[in-house]
């Protein structure tokens, strides 16, 4: 585990994602909505979502050396937290993310 | 190993054609594979740890750079700056390459801390592998340690159906790829699967018999061509991945060859004439029957008439055997002056029979000699394995017979009826003469006899014709038909 610590309250803390995607297929956009979910269930006003296709924009694949598709990529601290997957495990997510538990 | 099991798998000369093929230019593996690996299509390299693996598949991939086509080497294991160390051991300098963009070596793997949350799939390799390929305008990939990017999925069943992906991908984009994947020696390939997707398998394996290495690559399957189908010996030299493959086709009688002396003109009346050049010969007997003494012989008659000779000793050294051979009135050290006769003193035990060939074969290649002694043969068996005799002996007859090298070598055999045979395989049909040396020791004489078994396209006497070592070499005598006997003047 990283250390990824934080000073400050946590309800102010933003979320910046990239969520790396291929096109349209089933992983992908199940990834795209569970993303849109947690933002919007847990982290609203906190977090900013970019979408990457791989298929569209190699340049940013190779600059972050995405292999698998979905990945999502926080980048609220040093270093990046890397999630692959259709994010369908939102335990697992939340876990990644730091999120105090429920 | 039988001979008759080097014969190819059976392919006509128009079916050799049948798929467009991608030469290696790896020493020997394109006679074994027919031309090449299969242009366009995925060929699986499947080998344990230390096998060889990757230096095969980057030597491949630098060679077609070399030859003009570029190509990407992508390792899931080991960092680029590794691969690029590791394979100057080898001889080759991908950086160079690099630089004038006729290739790229990349390491992909998934960082340390990445978390799984649910199913993906491979589709950002695919793009990063498309985006690079385009980069170079290249269509030859190396996908090296892929096992270990699929570990990833935790799931054979998912495995399985990406691995079917990445392939159908590759045949689409008609990309000629090679695919490294680790397999245990003696189990089951944990990637038999792959054994259906790839249209090429070659298969490396490595053992340790009696403390010596050997290396043996095998083509599995190879779809739509031909290829050698037994297992190659191959060896990691200082300039890549070498085999010597033997086929059927090298084992021909070279006809019509000039005949040459024996260095005794009784034995030369013996054998029906001389030796002929390019021929191989093989004189058999116990320790002290005069094989070494025949060899030397052989060697200063050569010598003698300008002739180049490459003495290949087991046993030893060029300073022992010029001051034997003096003894008995042969200067070897003239021929030696002369640059006509070289040494090769090599010790079995240090490697196996695939290095020692290699010694050997580029002590040839660098000295080009007119023919070749190897005292003693039987020497081998200390080279790790019972049958490394026979093995050796049958790959330098080949090698001999392509290059038109007279080769001579002496064999130490203690059970005299068993002449016609090495380690238990039959040799009489591999060599071109036989010729066994009998030596008795009364008590109060030694008798020695030289009795020529057989010798290919000459009519040879089928008696025993005794001999005696003297000061001025050999002394031979001569029946002929008629019972006159012609005895060596001189030695």
Redesign the interface.
Known sequence: ??ANTFSGNFKDKQYKFIL?V??D?P?SM??RQ?LADLCEQELKGRSQIKIVD??ED?DS??AH???????LLVQNSS?D?????????RK??R??LHLPLE | MNVSDSVPAAAPESAKQAIPKIPTHIRGLDAILHGGLPKDRTTLFSGGPGTGKTLLAMEFLYRSALAGEPGLFISFEEQAEDIRANVLSIGLDPGNLEKAGKMKVLHFQIPHGAVRAGDFNIQGLLTLIKGNLNALGATTIVLDALDVLMRVFNDPEREREEMYILNSWLREQSLTAILTVKSMAGKKPSYSFLDFMADCIISLDQRITEQVRTRRLNVVKYRGSGFLSNEHPYVISPHGVVLMPVSAVSLEFPAGKKRISTGNTIFDKIIGGGFFQGASILLAGPSGSGKTTLAVTFTRAACNRGEKTLFISFEESREVLVFRSKNIGIDLQQDVDADRLRFLTLLPETAGVEQHLLWISDAIDAFGPDHLVVDTISACRRMGSRSAVFDLLLRLVVICRQKEITCLYTNQIDVMPEVTHISGLKISSVVDTLAALYYQDDGTKICRRLLVVKSRGSNHSMKYHPFVITGQGIDMAFSDNNGEQIKNQEG
């Open positions: 585990m990283s790396f291929a096109g297929e992983n199940m990834a569970n791989v298929m190699f694949a190779e050396n995405i292999l698998l598709t979905p990945t270093p937290i890397m999630v692959i997957g259709n994010l369908n495990n697992k997510v876990a990644a």
